[in-house]
Structure formats: C-alpha cells, structure tokens
C-alpha cells in the first residue's frame, strides 16, 4: 500500500505559496515594472501576418521559416483572426491542409492595446491560458503579437538596466573626488543628535559607515570611523543637555569626526579619560551603556583624539583617521 | 560549524526573518552586556551573547558585524527592535537559557 503523499506547495497554499518578507521585497519591483513598462516596450518590432484566404499549408510554412507557434490572420490591415500550431494540426488529421486559414483560425481573438501596461497582458494569459495576443494601436491596427517569452525578457531587460544605474551612481560616488576639481575639497556630513534619544541610538554612525562603504573606503577603515562615531554619538546622547552635533569631514587623506555640545562640560578630563570612569546614571547603565569605555574605544580605534571642555559651557571632541593608499580604493 | 548547527544544537529560537543560516560561519563567541565592551571587545564575525534586549544593540551589532546576537534569558526585544534588526541585517537569537550556560555550551560545541 502506498503511503500518503505530502500535499505540493499548490494544493497546500492555493497558487500562491505565501511570501516571505524578502520574496515580497523582490516581487514587488517586478511588480512595479510590470506597471511601468508598456506593451510597445517590449514587443518585437516587426510581426508576420497572413491573410485569411491564404491556404492553412501556407501558414504552416511561414511558422516553420519564423520558427514561431502563431500567427495573426490579417484583412486589409484589420485584424480578423489568429491560427496557430494546434489550429493546423486538427486541419492537417482532417486532411484539410489545403483550406484557406479562415476556416481553421479563431475568429475575434482576444488583443491588447501597445500602450497598456504588460500586466494587462499578465491578467490576459493567466486568465485565459492563450500563449500569444495580437498587440494593436490606437486605431485598431495590428503592431505586433506579445507572448509570455516577450515579458519575461522585458522583465529581465529593465532589472539589468536597474542593476547597471546603481553600480553607474556607485562609480559616481566613489569618483566624486576626481570629478570635482578644487585645491581642496572636503565632504562634510553633519548628523543632530538629540539628548536622551536612544531609540535612534547609532542611526547616525550607521549612516556615516554606509557613506564611507559608497564611498569606496576599504571596509576596515568604515568600521573604524563607525565605532568611533557611534561612541560619540552615545556620549551627545546620554552625557549631553541638550544633544549636539556629530560631523563627518571627509580629506584626501584624513576623516575628521567630531562631536561638540553645548553643556554640561566635563569638570576634570584626565578623569574621564581613564578606563571604567563613568558618571553615568544606574539607569543608563542597566542599558549597557556608561562602562566608561567610551573614549578610551575612541582613542584606541583612531589616529589622534583631542577632547577640550569647559565646564558649564560645552565639550568638543575631535577624532581624526588618517588614510593610506590602500584606504582609498575610491573617493577616499 | 555553521549557524544553523549552532541553532539546533542550543536550540536557539529565531526571532528575526529566516534565512539561509547554513550560509553563515560563526568565528567565534564574545559576551558581555556593556556596549563600549562590545564595540571594543568582539570580533567580526562573532556571535555576541548579552541579556541586552533594547534597540541599541542593533546598531552596536551592525557596527561591529558580529554574526548574530545570542539574548539570553528570554529577554524579550520589543517589536521595533527586532524591525531595525531586519532592516539593518542582523540576526536575533534567543533562549531562555544564562549566558553562562550559552558560552559553556558554545564551548562544548567546538567555539574555542
């Protein structure tokens, strides 16, 4: 006896298997496309048409030179019908090879407009399960013929001109300082940080990693400027008034990372620089935070650090990073 | 080893999307709960064990490109935590188990 057989994804879920997020994340650029690009887009240019008096023999001859499973029959540019491979055999077992292609084709066909989007088309197949659809313009003319094999290639065509933009705006990033001609020119981002904001926690040194990443820094190096970012961000945010700014200036052969605020100050900074000093609150420590790590990460991770504050007025920190050749496979 | 053995054998509980884990080759373990001991202790590539739930450990985890974050003790991550986590690319694993015995584990299983 045989055992059960495990139901297939179809008849498990219906024709739809359900969508994870990242297949969602795929479909619906496909799905945008199949929006954005319309039925002229993407159809071949020329279409082969034959007349309804013409014999069925005819017919099967123009498939097997076009090598194709279709064909529109055409009156006086008006589109009467289509005839296609199936069509000709039942001619060709009822020994009718010889009729004209009226007799055999189907009559009225089913067709779309060349300015509707392809999902127009899409919705046609999938409903009716016909492989190809006459294609007219706005009066009535036929222009072509689209099949399924004629949107997938569509499809494929725009990605690929999607994937070819991005990596065009990724040169143009990492470029950017050939490009433009100075006697020195510096990029410089500039992040608000708010006081007692840890949900955005790290928003701002992620930015400034993904920047220098565009940007063609080596890896490594945006990691370092990451850590240190993300050490003075945490200190704008847990050790500040009322926040301050965080600032990226990117050199030709330096980053500078800064951090200013205006208040409290630090009262002795040889303190503060010593491993494990903290004047962090019990609460922000049971966050993880206030270890009185943080500057002592910043100085290990950087090629100089200067803090200067006055106490009552404000602290400004300054990180600098040097870069090397081999930092600099872009921009930097 | 990779993370897929590491999530049967501890039987760790996925908290963020699931993907292909068997792709991902841990290189090793760090745990602590202080953020600068993180940034400054981990490895990249690490599994990072803490009872830290809250949003910050995301961004400390992308910075520091650690393989995935173990949280221990069921500390549970509110929603919008484990949404940053999908968004930024980190992994969020979860046990009701001690750090402790997460590292013991991880050390039995071979991460020395």
């Known amino acids: 006896m045989n055992a059960p057989r495990p139901p297939t994804e179809q008849e498990k879920f219906g024709r739809h298997r359900p969508l994870t997020d990242r297949d969602a994340h795929e479909i619906n650029r496909v799905e945008e496309l199949s929006y954005d690009l319309k039925i002229h887009e993407i159809i071949a240019a020329e279409v082969v048409a034959i007349a309804p008096d013409a014999p069925l023999s005819d017919a099967l001859d123009l498939l097997r030179l076009h090598r194709i499973s279709g064909l529109p029959v055409v009156d006086e540019e008006n589109l009467v019908g289509i005839i296609s491979v199936e069509d000709i055999l039942r001619a060709l077992q009822n020994g009718e090879i010889h009729l004209p292609v009226k007799n055999y084709m189907s009559a009225d066909p089913v067709s779309v407009r060349a300015s509707d989007s392809i999902v127009e088309a899409i919705k046609i197949f999938t409903e009716t399960g016909l492989g190809r659809l006459p294609v007219l313009n706005e009066n009535k003319r036929l222009i072509g013929i689209i099949t399924k094999g004629d949107i997938t290639r569509g499809i494929l065509r725009a990605v690929q001109h999607d994937y070819q933009e991005e990596e065009v705006r990724r040169y143009r990033a990492s470029h950017l300082f050939e490009d433009i001609v ?15 904001d840890f949900t955005h926690g790290g928003n701002a040194s992620a930015n400034i990693k993904r920047a220098l990443l565009r940007l063609g820094a080596n890896p490594q190096l945006a990691r370092r400027c990451g850590i240190a970012a993300y050490e003075a961000e945490m200190n704008l945010i847990i050790h500040t008034a009322k926040g301050g700014v965080l600032k990226l200036e990117v050199e030709s052969n330096e980053i500078v990372i800064s951090a200013a605020d205006d208040g409290p100050g630090i009262e002795d900074i040889q303190k503060v620089l010593q491993p494990g000093y903290s004047t962090a609150s019990d609460q922000i420590r049971a966050m993880g935070f206030g270890a009185g790590m943080g500057l002592v990460n910043i100085q290990r991770t950087v090629d100089a650090m200067e803090l200067k504050s006055a106490p009552g007025k404000g602290s400004k920190l300054i990180m600098r990073i040097a870069m090397s050749a081999d930092d600099k496979k872009g921009a930097l | 080893m990779n993370l897929q053995h590491v999530i049967d054998a501890l039987q760790l509980s996925v908290l963020t999307e699931a993907r292909d884990f068997s792709a991902i080759s841990p290189s090793g373990g760090y745990a602590s709960d202080l953020l600068s001991c993180v940034m400054a202790g981990t490895k990249k590539g690490a599994l990072w064990i803490t009872l830290q739930a809250h949003m910050n450990i995301v961004a400390v985890a992308a910075l520091t490109e650690v393989a995935a974050i173990v949280i221990t003790e069921n500390a549970q991550p509110e929603s919008a935590v484990i949404a940053k986590a999908d968004e930024q ?24």
């Open chain 1, 182 to 196: 100075s006697d020195r020119t510096t990029l410089v981002l500039r992040y608000a940080i708010q006081a007692g």
């Open chain 2, 89 to 112: 690319n980190v992994i969020l694993l979860s046990t009701p188990k001690t750090s402790y015995e997460i590292c013991g584990a991880l050390w039995e299983i071979g991460f020395r």
